[in-house]
């Protein structure tokens, strides 16, 4: 067939390539959006920061496998007042936490999965606890308290981590920049106390060495400093105390003033009654013999609600709880009244007249039972205005929580107050929120991705719903128990009841893809982003790697229809430029679609990263040996998107032309797929040498 000008060009050799990819949508129509946007049936790939479209990294288990037992259902990141962290989660009766490079169990008869956690400051204990609620008529409370022991007897226990009081330590300085200093024991303790290579060592009774070190090695009898550690030499006999940081019980966060306060070992509970403050606990009956190194924690103690709240309201059972200004709130999915505790006592829930500043308080909501609790700064310059909440009240209402102060700080007033509403503007499920900076992202009933403060919109207003370019798919998408975070400028939503995680770029104001990861619930661990499975007791740590635990990642990047800019006109095409960047053991299928619906044809050509006539080696290419994902979001233009950890493999720089059969179409769109497992691709830039095919213009006239 002869070509003819298009556009005022002969189109022989030259190429109308589209690059820049801009995100991904669902409601616009899919004929008359420009050809670099990723369109519905696009799956598991991102457009980075370079505006590439890249396949994503894959997800990594991440402590022990599942044991056949049903989803995660709750979870919490807790960084405790002492330092510690601990990620906890939960899942049919059992309640875990990550610790000691496993989870642990705390809790194997929970009554429901679907927990709600708090931290507050324990004004007895001077440190915080952790509380969470699970749908009962009961509080339950833990203090993080975990220890590996050294010994026991019959009725003590003693921890690992501290020996005290020894005479029989010494000091040798050892020669800088060439042998370590070293401190011994002729007991030959430090084993058994758990002293290990990379602790903080912290010595008190020395006269020259009461400080703070870096243990390099350790055996029996000797504790082998690094190198850059300075030591005077001091012979045994002063009573010398060295630790890792938690020389007592107490330090370690067990409990030491709570009634009835316990602890676990090989899931049998034993109370104890003294020693909180040494490295020895008391009053423990016949406690077995331990073996060093052995774990004991704390155990979950219940509080009951009090007869401030139950006299009034038995039938109260509490699914939310939260804290602002050390004030502990409930409320319940099922009853339109909230709860406050005193500030200094979250056991207090007793009213009084006036109020007392911090003090309980009982509060009806506007418009029916309670949705979420979302804790929110409060932003506007007004005057005795502490703090706030924002609670969710039936279906279509936010209601704030507000505190004022009387002139004299004699009193302070707890008042609701109702939020601007529209129709179905409350939130669809109650962790379906996260808070970023000064604003609170939400999904609400409609659906839609809205804000709580100033997120911008894509189209720039804020006004329209964050999810407005993608409204087709959250109609069709089960938002129920979806879980929302907020990690490195992007928004991360999961779907449990899909299967599915949504990706929204808030710097870039952009979607991703769709991407089917089986999870339900976020976590932030060391920085990275894990999520906990909505299938089985599993966790992963996203993001990593080059396949889904195992499996390959089934990747489809569908462009929207490319029209050349006349609708009106026929064309056809005799060639198709792809290039960009794969893995060696990339096989893409690139697939043309002629017509609507490819009613014109379809044809799908190969691209091999096997294929030594298209590709250069790696050394040869821009991105060299750099890994997609290694940098975090915002990093340099040859790094993908948002903070994706890298998988390590080399890319190879591709270009490809492939030869077409001349089809005459009006209208044509093209999708790249791939399911081989561990491999990976860049698009950079994609298109044909669409030309006027030299025939009658399409007409419908009548």
């Known amino acids: 067939m002869a070509k003819s000008s298009y556009n005022g060009q002969m189109q022989e050799d030259n190429f109308n390539l589209t690059s820049g990819f801009r995100g991904y949508v669902s409601k616009p129509e899919i004929t008359a959006l420009a050809p670099n946007f990723l369109v519905k049936g696009s799956k598991n790939v991102l457009i980075d920061y370079a505006n590439r479209v890249i396949s994503r990294n894959g997800y990594t288990l991440y402590r022990q496998a599942n044991t056949g037992a049903g989803p995660i259902r709750g979870s919490f990141d807790w960084t405790t007042s002492t330092g510690k962290f601990f990620n906890l989660r939960s899942y049919d009766g059992k309640l875990e936490f990550d610790w000691n490079g496993t989870y642990n169990s705390l809790v194997t ?95 008190t009774g020395s006269t020259a060495n009461s400080k ?83 774990a004991v924690w704390q155990t979950v103690s219940t509080i009951a609600l009090p007869s401030a709240i139950t006299s009034g309201f038995p039938n109260f059972a509490p699914d939310m709880i939260a804290c602002q200004v050390n004030q502990v709130i409930l409320a319940s999915t099922n009853s339109g009244m909230i709860f406050g505790s005193q500030d200094i006592d979250y056991t207090n829930f007793t009213l009084t007249s006036p109020r007392l500043p911090g003090g309980p308080f009982q509060r009806p909501l506007t418009a029916g ?45 707890v008042r609701i107050v109702q939020h601007k509403i529209s129709q179905s503007s409350s939130i669809i499920s109650k962790h379906a929120f996260s808070a970023i900076k000064n604003a609170t992202a939400y999904i609400s009933q409609e659906p839609a991705l809205e804000a709580l403060g100033s997120i911008e919109s894509p189209d720039g207003s804020r006004n329209t719903p964050l999810s407005d370019l993608v409204k087709n798919d959250f109609d069709s998408y089960d938002f129920t128990n979806c879980h929302v975070r907020y990690w490195k400028r992007a928004l991360y939503i999961a779907l449990p009841a899909m299967g599915i995680v949504l990706i929204y770029d808030l710097q870039r104001s952009l979607w991703q893809p769709p991407q089917t990861i089986p999870v339900g619930r976020w976590s932030i661990i060391n920085g990275q982003l894990y999520g906990h499975s909505s299938v089985t007791n599993e966790t992963y740590k996203m993001f990593s790697g080059t396949n889904d635990n195992g499996v390959f990642i089934s990747q ?42 490819g009613i014109s044809g379809k044809k799908t050509m190969t691209i091999s990263g096997g294929d030594t006539t298209i590709t250069n080696p790696a050394q040869g290419s821009p991105l060299g040996d750099a890994p997609l994902g290694e940098n975090p979001l915002g990093g340099s233009p040859f790094d993908p998107i948002s903070g994706l950890p890298g998988a390590n493999v080399p890319m190879l720089r591709f270009w490809q032309d492939d030869s077409m059969a001349g089809v005459d179409y009006n209208e044509h769109f093209v999708e790249y797929t791939m399911n081989v497992k561990d491999a990976q691709f860049a698009l950079v830039a994609h298109g044909s040498n669409q030309f006027d095919a030299g025939t009658t213009p399409v007409s419908h006239k009548k």
């Not at 929970?110 to 001077?126: A, H, K, M, R, W």
Request: charged content about 10%.
């Open 109 to 203: 008869t929970l009554s429901t999965p679907f927990l709600d956690f708090c931290q507050v400051l324990d004004f007895t204990e001077q440190t915080d606890v952790l509380l969470f609620v699970q749908s009962n008529s009961n509080m339950y409370r833990w203090s993080g308290g975990v220890s590996k022991v050294a010994s026991s007897t019959a009725t003590t226990l003693t921890k690992q981590g501290v020996l005290t009081g020894k005479a029989t330590i010494a000091f040798v300085a050892g020669t800088p920049g060439s042998v370590a200093p070293t401190i011994t024991d002729s007991n030959s303790g430090f084993v058994t106390a758990g002293f290990a290579a990379g602790d903080s060592l912290f010595v």
């Open 212 to 294: 703070t070190f870096t243990i390099g090695s350790v055996t029996a009898g000797t504790i082998t400093l690094i190198m850059s550690n300075s030591l005077t030499s001091e012979v045994a006999g002063p009573s010398i105390t060295i630790h890792n940081g938690e020389p007592t019980w107490k330090s370690a966060r067990f409990f030491s003033s709570v009634s009835g306060r316990s602890l676990l070992y090989n899931s049998v509970a034993y109370t104890y009654t003294g020693g909180e403050t040494t490295d020895t606990l008391t009053g423990l009956t016949a406690f077995p013999t331990v073996t060093a190194g052995d």
């Open 369 to 413: 039972p309670a949705t979420c609790i979302i804790p929110t700064d409060t932003v506007a310059n007004v005057t005795n205005i502490q703090s706030n909440f924002v609670i969710g009240s039936g279906p279509n209402v936010f209601d704030i929580l507000d505190f004022h102060m009387a002139q004299d700080n004699s009193a302070e007033l």
């Open 556 to 597: 489809v990047a569908r462009f929207a229809y490319n029209n050349g800019g006349r609708r009106d006109r026929i064309k056809n095409m005799s060639s198709y430029w792809s290039d960009g960047y794969l893995t060696a053991n990339a096989l893409i299928n690139m697939n043309t679609y002629f017509g609507f619906d």
